[in-house]
């Protein structure tokens, strides 16, 4: 009898002895706290799904376009990368511009320059001055570095003489486009050189000398810049002081 007593107290036990309860930790492992009454169930602390961290909110980046070598690329235009450069007076647009070569090409070098008169100016003999007044109108065309001219003169054995070459530009244009130079005679003590806007002068003193020998007198319009065209005229002049 004292055995039976003992074999139900221990069944009563197994299948829990009070199922009254505040948590899980009053239950079995196998049950569960629902409302107050342990029952099978699957406990709240198994499974539970750790937190990775927070997902990041992207309504708020903005799209930037980022080249391959991390640097971002500037959206820019056609308009953007082409120069507005307004030509002056006496520059043309190489590629579409026409120029018709004048009479006196080709005279891109002294060697091939073109000689403004067969006679003999100043004092071919040593009682005799000769005068020369002289224009012509050409063009210097943008594929053409240089225009070259000469004349020939006889300094005077008594008396001193001045050549004077005269250049007019059709239109007003910027000294820094073209030069006018004198080859023969040198701007220096002898000759005096200036430019103008628009125009050129130079004037060269021949003093008198004790010998008649012929003597050349060179000029030349050179471009300074690539784009440089004009119509021109040119004008010599061989004078008595």
């Known amino acids: 009898m004292k055995w039976l007593m003992i074999l139900a107290a221990l069944s009563v036990v197994s299948c829990s002895s009070d199922p009254n309860c505040s948590s899980d930790s009053d239950c079995f492992q196998s049950e569960i706290c629902a409302s107050g009454q342990c029952t099978q169930g699957v406990r709240s602390?198994?499974?539970?799904?750790?937190?990775?961290?927070?997902?990041?909110?992207?309504?708020?980046?903005?799209?930037?376009?980022?080249?391959?070598?991390?640097?971002?690329?500037?959206?820019?235009?056609?308009?953007d990368m082409t120069p507005d450069v307004a030509l002056q007076?006496?520059?043309?647009?190489?590629?579409?511009?026409?120029?018709?070569?004048?009479?006196?090409?080709?005279?891109?070098?002294?060697?091939?320059?073109?000689?403004?008169?067969?006679?003999?100016?100043?004092?071919?003999?040593t009682s005799t001055f000769v005068p020369l007044d002289l224009q012509i109108d050409a063009t210097k065309c943008a594929r053409d570095v240089e225009d070259w001219y000469y004349i020939d003169f006889y300094p005077c054995v008594n008396n001193d003489i001045e050549i004077v070459w005269t250049l007019t530009l059709d239109d007003q244009c910027s000294p820094d486009l073209f030069e006018f130079?004198?080859?023969?005679?040198?701007?220096?003590?002898?000759?005096?050189?200036?430019?103008?806007?628009?125009?050129?002068?130079?004037?060269?003193?021949?003093?008198?000398?004790?010998?008649?020998q012929s003597q050349l007198s060179y000029i030349a319009l050179k471009k300074l810049a690539e784009n440089f065209q004009a119509n021109y005229s040119l004008r010599v002049q061989v004078i008595q002081k």
């Open 181 to 212: 130079d004198s080859l023969s005679f040198d701007c220096g003590p002898e000759a005096t050189c200036t430019k103008t806007t628009g125009a050129g002068e130079i004037r060269i003193n021949v003093p008198q000398t004790g010998l008649r």
């Open 89 to 125: 007076a006496c520059e043309v647009d190489r590629l579409t511009s026409t120029c018709t070569d004048d009479t006196y090409e080709p005279n891109n070098s002294w060697i091939d320059g073109e000689r403004l008169s067969a006679m003999y100016a100043g004092c071919p003999t």
């Open 45 to 79: 602390d198994a499974g539970v799904t750790p937190d990775m961290g927070t997902t990041p909110d992207t309504s708020t980046l903005q799209d930037v376009s980022v080249a391959d070598d991390g640097v971002t690329t500037p959206d820019m235009t056609v308009a």
